[in-house]
Every structure is written in structure tokens, then in C-alpha cells.
T-cell receptor
Framework: KNQVEQSPQSLIILEGKNCTLQCNYTVSPFSNLRWYKQDTGRGPVSLTIMTFSENTKSNGRYTATLDADTKQSSLHITASQLSDSASYICVVRHIEGYQKVTFGIGTKLQVIP | DAGITQSPRHKVTETGTPVTLRCHQTENHRYMYWYRQDPGHGLRLIHYSYGVKDTDKGEVSDGYSVSRSKTEDFLLTLESATSSQTSVYFC????????????FGPGTRLTVL
């Protein structure tokens, strides 16, 4: 059973609008939580990373939040652009096992004019 | 793509044939990984390497083998390809640091008929 669940599976928004993507995880304890952006036909690229003690991290128009008590993270995209169309993947790194990470399935975002 | 190349980028092969995918990095990072990405699943780790000739299995290693004879190259071999191995394969690299960010290659789309 995947320990990282993302919602919604897909989302269509108008250019210029904001949106929020959700990530719920059961991995505990964990080392860090990262959001990746994956353009169609390309590999994922890291957007933000947060350790268990951090609540928020921004990268331009992308802001990630983390609530370690409820085991939820969100990625907020402000003033969306057509280039934001991609899949966004939540990834949790376990504490035990240096190489153990669990990837969410991702949210596919489409920004339309 | 952070100095990572994968070859071939696309391959169609027949069931039962051997297939080797190559990952090459110019970053001199210690860790290298092979993942597969399938619809309905998050990225899943096949094998990883923590140094020349040092490799270990991931969660979906059955039917795959790897080799790393040089720091810059990590090979993934399907000894006898099956249709269930049709997938997109991503190589990733990372330095050894506390955040252990993984940098992904462009992917190889493999179709086994």
C-alpha cells in the first residue's frame, strides 16, 4: 500500500488562477518531504524540500506547507502559467534506510488559456 | 537534466530478448538509481548503487540486474524481457548529503511486445 496519497489525481485551471495540491502520508517518522515537478516526457525536478520541523517553504510562485501532526502537505501555486502544466509528485524520505523514499502517484495539472 | 543522459531514449523489443539501458553522469555523484514509472504507481526503485561495484536491490528488482564499473556509468539489464517490464525507466543521481536530492535523467521508454 502506497504510504503517500495525493489529491486530486488531475486538475484543470485557468491561466492566472491559484490552486492547491494535497499530499497525505503515513510514513513515520520521516526525514524530509519533497515536491517534484515532472513535465511530460521528462524526469522529475525538485521544487521544494521540508524537514519534519519546517512548516512552509517557497520557491517563486510555489509554496509548500507541512503539518507533521496531521501528516499532510500541500503545494500552492500562485498566478498559474501555461508552463505550470505538469505532474506534481510528493515524495517522503524515510528515516530508516538511507535510500528509502516513497513517491506519490502525482497530480496532473493542466493550465488552460 | 543535471548532467545525466540515458540511452537509448526509446526502445521496442520482443519478449525474451535481453535489454540493457545505460545511464551516464558527468556530476561525479556517488549514488545512482534506477526507477520505473507506470500509470497508477509512483516511481518505484529497481536497484541503486552507492559506489563503483557497490549495488543493492530496491523494491521491484526481480527480473533486473545492474552493474557499475565506473563512477559515471550505471547499467540496467533485463536478462529476458517480459511484457510486464514495459515502462518508462528513469535514472537518478545524488550526492551524499543530508537532503540527498535526487536529480533525474530524461527517461527511457521501453516497450516489450
Amino acid at each position: 500500500k502506497n504510504q503517500v496519497e495525493q489529491s486530486p489525481q488531475s486538475l484543470i485551471i485557468l491561466e492566472g488562477k491559484n490552486c492547491t495540491l494535497q499530499c497525505n502520508y503515513t510514513v513515520s517518522p520521516f526525514s524530509n518531504l519533497r515536491w517534484y515537478k515532472q513535465d511530460t516526457g521528462r524526469g522529475p525536478v525538485s521544487l521544494t524540500i521540508m524537514t519534519f520541523s519546517e512548516n512552509t517553504k517557497s520557491n517563486g510562485r510555489y509554496t509548500a506547507t507541512l503539518d507533521a501532526d496531521t501528516k499532510q502537505s500541500s503545494l500552492h501555486i500562485t498566478a498559474s502559467q501555461l508552463s505550470d502544466s505538469a505532474s506534481y509528485i510528493c515524495v517522503v524520505r524515510h528515516i530508516e534506510g538511507y535510500q528509502k523514499v516513497t513517491f506519490g502517484i502525482g497530480t496532473k495539472l493542466q493550465v488552460i488559456p | 537534466d543535471a548532467g545525466i543522459t540515458q540511452s537509448p531514449r526509446h526502445k521496442v523489443t520482443e519478449t525474451g530478448t535481453p535489454v540493457t539501458l545505460r545511464c551516464h553522469q558527468t556530476e561525479n555523484h556517488r549514488y545512482m538509481y534506477w526507477y520505473r514509472q507506470d500509470p497508477g504507481h509512483g516511481l518505484r526503485l529497481i536497484h541503486y548503487s552507492y559506489g563503483v561495484k557497490d549495488t543493492d536491490k530496491g523494491e521491484v528488482s526481480d527480473g533486473y540486474s545492474v552493474s557499475r564499473s565506473k563512477t559515471e556509468d550505471f547499467l540496467l539489464t533485463l536478462e529476458s524481457a517480459t511484457s510486464s517490464q514495459t515502462s518508462v525507466y528513469f535514472c537518478a543521481i545524488s550526492p551524499r548529503d543530508s537532503y540527498n536530492e535526487q536529480f533525474f535523467g530524461p527517461g527511457t521508454r521501453l516497450t516489450v511486445l
